[in-house]
């Protein structure tokens, strides 16, 4: 058990590492080093040459790659080009509310998702069904961003229920704990509607299609011919096993969240990794560009282990015997 | 089989011809110049009205016209990337699959470092470094949609190459080249026709996503995409000019997904019950 999850480390590791060293050779494609941000006509073009020479930029492309990589280790990302703070201090200051928006909007997909792909694949071909289907089709085909400023144009500015944008009023920055919740959730509410509409769509199709083939199976035939009433079957002998495959259609999902991520931050200026992300590419912040990219690998990574880790623990097929 | 007992594939069959042929050819027959604009103009957008169907844009360009014409840019976005997504995934998954071993394991490192990667921000990113165009949108959707297309062909020739007819060709000694691409090739085809199909959808809306963000197709050239950009600074007076784009989006997308589900019926019917 412990040695399979060494192994899955590691190529976790060796993946980081190749995915930094592609982006680093892509950044390094882009016009100009950190030097020629330090445009100040009263260098020398001597100094700048020593400065280059101080800041690794002469040496070869894997050289600095490793130092980078180094500098990484210690905690050093980088200064952001734009703003000069560190990229780390931006990186971490933004992490909070995209948690907060990704694991609550992981939330609620799983207490949405998982009735109503019960619900159509149980009752396949019944009107129900065909309804959710109809339904998940048209979510899975809207443009996100889209959906974002059709409910701002529905709920911001025609009904006035939530702000249009950001993460917190300004004047609520001396309010009690209390009233400061209530107005970052009202923040949230649209972002999150906005990415439940589309992340639900695509995981209540693949839920639907585990149940069918669940239902299909043929210990469900034989509970069948014992007699039992179909809510016995659906719920106490297929119910534990459409869970399983539900855990891995979740940790699938991560990918597609971080990514809308990116998207529905920026519509909704929610101050998070993905709008951080955006920002930084309209204004080629390189720094922040490769920390971002980064952040993001290694999230979807732990996710991919985290939904591994719950199948191997929910899983007894899958537990190897000591 | 019953065309009547398929409604949606009437509808998506219907819908997309019908698209097709008017974004191929009312642009021939049609002399309005799409990115002509009046200097005169109020730079108020005029709402949907018998002379413009769909209303105007702030610069007084009719949005009907705008609209077919962003059709043929939409679409062969779709198309193209497509292609060039179906044809990378093919031949990484034969490759992989065939020959196995180290090769095996070297692509499907890749493959998923690939998917380890938040696609969207690694096409923003390249679109930065390169210039952003039409010509780069399709390219850079291409090269980053092709992962899963090489997974499904890979699986199909890893349990083609172990079937009796390929031991035969084998003991023919024929070579590799033909055996992969004339007897293994066709046959792993068919999932590939149904995830290419839908992979049109979704290239659809990468491709609006990024123009929409103002990194894809650039103006004066209309896509669905970057008229939603468009629309931005109007949402709240000219709303017809963010739902007209982005429900013609939805639909076609939609058109694409419902083909490609139908597909998959046709083609693997004892497959119902798998994703």
Not at chain 1, 167 to 183: I, Y
């Amino acid at each position: 058990m412990s040695a399979y999850w060494l192994k899955r480390f590691f190529s976790a590791i060796i993946l980081l590492v190749v995915i930094t060293f592609f982006s680093f050779c892509m950044m390094k494609m882009a016009p100009g080093d950190p030097t020629s941000m330090m445009m100040d006509p009263k260098i020398k073009a001597a100094d700048l040459i020593q400065l280059r020479k101080n800041m690794g930029l002469d040496q070869p492309l894997v050289f600095q790659y490793l130092l980078w990589c180094k500098q990484l280790l210690s905690g050093n990302f980088g200064y952001s080009l734009i703003t000069g703070q560190p990229v780390l201090d931006a990186i971490q200051e933004r992490l909070f509310p995209t948690l907060l928006l990704s694991l609550s909007s992981f939330v609620l997909m799983l207490c949405i998702t998982f009735p109503l792909g019960l619900l159509a694949g149980s009752l396949k071909d019944k009107f129900i069904d065909h309804f959710i289907t109809i339904l998940t089709f048209i979510g899975y085909s809207l443009p996100l961003f889209w959906l974002g400023l059709i409910l701002i144009l529905l709920f911001s500015f025609q009904l006035g229920w939530f702000p249009t944008s950001g993460f917190m009023d300004v004047e609520m920055m001396d309010a009690s704990l209390a009233m400061k919740t209530l107005n970052v959730l009202k923040h949230l509410a649209l972002p999150l509607l906005a990415t439940l509409i589309v992340s639900c769509a695509g995981l209540t199709r693949y839920h639907r299609f585990s149940i069918i083939s669940i239902l299909n199976q043929p210990y469900i035939q034989a509970a069948k011919a014992r007699g039992l009433s179909f809510k016995r079957i659906l719920f106490k002998h297929a119910f534990k096993n459409a869970a399983l495959p539900f855990i891995t259609l979740l940790g699938l999902q991560l990918p597609g969240l971080i990514e809308g991520s990116f998207i529905i931050e920026y519509v909704f200026a929610w101050p998070g990794l993905g709008q951080l992300g955006v920002q930084a590419v309209f204004s080629r912040d390189y720094p922040i560009i490769m920390a971002t990219l980064l952040f993001s690998a290694i999230l979807i990574l732990l996710g991919n282990a985290l939904a591994d880790l719950a199948y191997s623990l929910t899983d007894p097929r899958i537990r190897k015997p000591e | 089989m019953n065309l009547k007992s398929h409604p949606l594939l009437v509808f998506s069959c219907g819908y997309l011809i019908i698209m097709i042929i008017i974004a191929i050819f009312f642009p021939m027959l049609s002399h309005q110049d799409p990115y002509a604009f009046d200097p005169n103009f109020s730079g108020i957008p005029l709402s949907p009205s018998f002379q413009h169907p769909f209303g105007t844009d702030d610069l007084g360009r009719d949005l009907l016209i705008r609209m077919v014409y962003g059709a043929r840019i939409s679409l062969s976005i779709g198309f193209i990337a497509v292609g060039i997504a179906t044809v990378l995934g093919v031949l990484v998954g034969l490759i992989a699959g065939f020959f196995g071993k180290w090769v095996d394991a070297i692509l499907m490192r890749a493959v998923d470092c690939l998917l380890a990667l938040p696609i969207i921000f690694i096409i923003l990113t390249l679109q930065i470094l390169l210039k952003p165009s039409i010509f780069t949108v399709m390219a850079v959707i291409g090269c980053t949609s092709w992962m899963g297309t090489a997974r499904l062909v890979r699986a199909e020739v890893l349990s083609l190459k172990e079937r009796p007819f390929i031991l035969a060709a084998k003991a023919r000694s024929i070579s590799n080249f033909r055996l992969l691409f004339k007897h293994i090739l066709p046959l792993s085809l068919n999932p590939v026709i149904v995830s290419a199909t839908m992979g049109i959808g979704s290239a659809i809306l990468t491709e609006s996503a990024i123009s929409f963000l103002g990194l894809g197709v650039q103006p004066p050239f209309a896509s669905w995409g970057n008229m939603l950009q468009n629309s931005l600074a109007f949402m709240n007076d000219a709303p017809w000019m963010a739902f007209i784009p982005g429900g013609f989006i939805t639909v076609t997308v939609l058109a694409f997904n419902l083909l490609g589900d139908m597909l998959r019926h046709l083609i693997q019917p004892e497959g119902n019950g798998c994703p």
